[in-house]
């Protein structure tokens, strides 16, 4: 019996040292931590979806025994993307609809809307992603051919920006839109006595508001399209801008099934009704689901002159633009938000708009705070305004692919001299030290690394200009992952839970196949996500 135990203490020895104490190790990496001091890495550990350790390969190996191992090949690892400003769930459901996005002309969009018309037989044509900015003839169309086509179907196809819409007569007909109708914050487009089928911000809900309520199958299935795209580019945290109460209790399902994984945080739609179901309840957190923001629309956009400018458009004599509600009943807003606690977020295009709800803010914020009011856009912006930002401590929340989209054109709506001081992303910066960015998806491309490289190139995707637009508002390849990581983890209050691969944190980390600290400028678009994980499990892989 004595010679047996050494055999057995060898035994119990083996299977002490195969216990495993850690679900995940990743090594061979270039670990981009995004800490405050932006240390690097080569490996990390992760335990219950969270980061347990960070550090040295070979010290980590020493305490932990994990029961994955991924070796990443000396690829560069970040934290996962946090997109600031995007429409998660519009994206999900106009997957389901016509894509008319960078279509050349206004003979190819109806070609496009022809075509899905053959294959898709019932109901409403919905679709969206036109831009006469970019056909030769860059004037709005007009719905004479769309009547032509579709003499009973109603058609409504929304602008690339959301902000106005063509459709047809049936449309307007089932909408009751008449010659001539006045609408406060939107136009009806008439000419020579004539309904055009143009609608301009909020004159488009007196159509949009006749579509069928999307059916709970299109909705789950719009989420887990829109999912899976964003996954793919490396998103594991969207802000969704201006959406229905009623949404909440979706999500929430999807997330505890497990079928929806993305992290959401939700900005409720500036209605009525959003504003007592969230006061009532209170604000709503999960590891997944964060509700506790408003999204207002202070003005429309610059591309369907619905932006609301301190002087009139250049290309445009006597018309500034409009905002789409009384200065009162922003007024209004700020206050009730304030009292009860929430983040107020508005989407402020135009430099009067922009003035308008800096002022608004400053009222109820009154000098330095930690609420984290929001400015969504804030293109245009008055130098003299600027500053409102930093007494105040609003944040400026942009997406860097608006100016590269937007320079060949906002100069024949702004002028040259007022464009110089429009997207001022580093000007904005410095007002607080920080600023989150986003895509704006559809609006834009919902990569992630267009963003990047907008904002540090400050070119389209054709290098165009080649040596950047307005370069003294680029921001630093630093400045620029922080935005898009840890800075807009603060903007929604997460900064303590995601972006940057810290101890304590969730484990949502991507890996690239190339390195954009250091990668060519031109390179950057091209980038690829080659895994992304959300609580350190793989939820994508490049094939």
């Known amino acids: 019996m004595k010679k047996l135990w050494p055999v057995l203490f060898l035994l119990v020895a083996a299977c002490k040292q195969k216990e495993y104490n850690a679900d995940l190790i990743v090594k061979n990496a270039l670990v981009y931590t995004v800490d405050s001091s932006f240390?690097?890495?080569?490996?990390?550990?992760?335990?219950?979806?969270?980061?347990?350790?960070?550090?040295?390969?070979?010290?980590?190996?020493?305490?932990?025994?994990?029961?994955?191992?991924?070796?990443?090949?000396?690829?560069?690892?970040?934290?996962?993307?946090?997109?600031?400003?995007?429409?998660?769930?519009e994206y999900g459901l106009g997957l389901q609809n016509v894509n008319l996005v960078g279509l050349k002309s206004w003979e190819t969009v109806?070609?496009?809307?022809?075509?899905?018309?053959?294959?898709?037989?019932?109901?409403?044509?919905?679709?969206?992603?036109?831009?006469?900015?970019?056909?030769?003839?860059?004037?709005?169309?007009?719905?004479?051919?769309l009547d032509s086509l579709f003499p009973v179907r109603p058609v409504i196809l929304n602008r690339v920006d959301g902000h106005a819409a063509i459709v047809n007569q049936a449309a307007l007909n089932?909408?009751?839109?008449?010659?001539?109708q006045k609408i406060i914050g939107g136009e009806v487009e008439t000419v020579g006595g004539k309904l055009t089928g143009i609608l301009v911000d909020n004159a488009v809900g007196i159509v949009t508001r006749k579509i069928p309520t999307p059916t709970e199958q299109m909705v789950q299935s719009g989420l887990l399209a829109a999912q899976k795209n964003c996954f793919a580019v490396g998103l594991t945290t969207v802000d969704d801008c201006g959406v229905p109460y009623q949404l909440i209790n979706v999500i929430a399902a999807l997330q505890h099934k497990g079928d929806l994984k993305m992290r959401l945080y939700l900005m409720l739609a500036d209605q009525q009704e959003n504003y007592d179901y969230l006061f009532k309840r209170g604000a709503y957190k999960t590891p997944g689901l964060n509700v506790r923001a408003f999204k207002v629309y202070a003005d429309g956009a610059l591309g369907s002159r619905g932006a609301c400018l301190l002087r009139p458009y250049t290309d445009q004599a006597k018309w500034s633009g409009f905002l789409l509600s009384p200065k009162s009943h922003f007024e209004e807003v700020a206050k009730k938000i304030a009292e009860k606690g929430f983040q107020m977020c508005t989407h402020a295009i135009g430099d009067s708009a922009n003035r308008v709800m800096l002022k608004i803010y400053a009222a109820n914020l009154k000098g330095k705070n930690d609420k984290r009011w929001r400015i969504e856009?804030?293109?245009?912006?008055?130098?003299?305004?600027?500053?409102?930002?930093?007494?105040?401590?609003?944040?400026?929340?942009?997406?860097?692919?608006?100016?590269?989209?937007?320079?060949?054109?906002?100069?024949?709506?702004?002028?040259?001299?007022?464009?110089?001081?429009?997207?001022?992303?580093k000007n904005l910066m410095k007002q607080n030290g920080w600023i989150p960015l986003g895509t704006d998806f559809p609006v834009e491309n919902i990569n992630p690394m267009h963003t990047f490289y907008a904002a540090t190139e400050r070119k389209n995707l054709q290098g165009q200009p080649g040596d950047g637009f307005q370069m003294e508002n680029a921001l630093s390849r630093m400045e620029a992952l922080r935005g898009m990581t840890m800075w807009a983890a603060k903007a929604n209050f997460e900064e303590k839970e995601k972006g940057s691969i810290e101890v304590g944190k969730y484990a949502d980390f991507i890996i690239l196949d190339q390195d954009i600290m250091?990668?060519?400028?031109?390179?950057?678009?091209?980038?690829?996500?080659l895994k992304t994980y959300i609580n350190g499990v793989k939820v994508y892989e490049k094939k």
Do not use: C
């Not at 350790?53 to 070796?71: C, F, M, N, P, S």
């Not at 053959?118 to 169309?141: C, L, M, R």
């Open 39 to 89: 240390s690097t890495a080569n490996a990390f550990v992760v335990s219950n979806g969270k980061i347990t350790a960070v550090g040295d390969i070979d010290t980590l190996e020493k305490k932990y025994l994990a029961r994955e191992v991924v070796d990443a090949g000396g690829k560069a690892v970040y934290p996962g993307f946090i997109d600031a400003h995007a429409h998660f769930y």
């Open 110 to 145: 109806l070609d496009t809307v022809k075509s899905y018309a053959s294959h898709n037989t019932e109901g409403w044509i919905v679709g969206g992603g036109w831009d006469q900015n970019i056909w030769a003839n860059k004037a709005f169309p007009n719905k004479a051919k």
């Open 174 to 180: 089932i909408a009751g839109v008449k010659p001539g």
């Open 377 to 425: 856009h804030a293109q245009i912006v008055s130098p003299e305004d600027v500053k409102i930002f930093g007494e105040n401590n609003i944040v400026p929340s942009v997406q860097p692919t608006h100016a590269t989209s937007d320079m060949a054109w906002a100069v024949k709506r702004l002028g040259a001299d007022r464009l110089k001081t429009g997207y001022a992303y």
């Open 518 to 529: 250091k990668t060519k400028g031109s390179n950057l678009p091209n980038v690829k996500v």
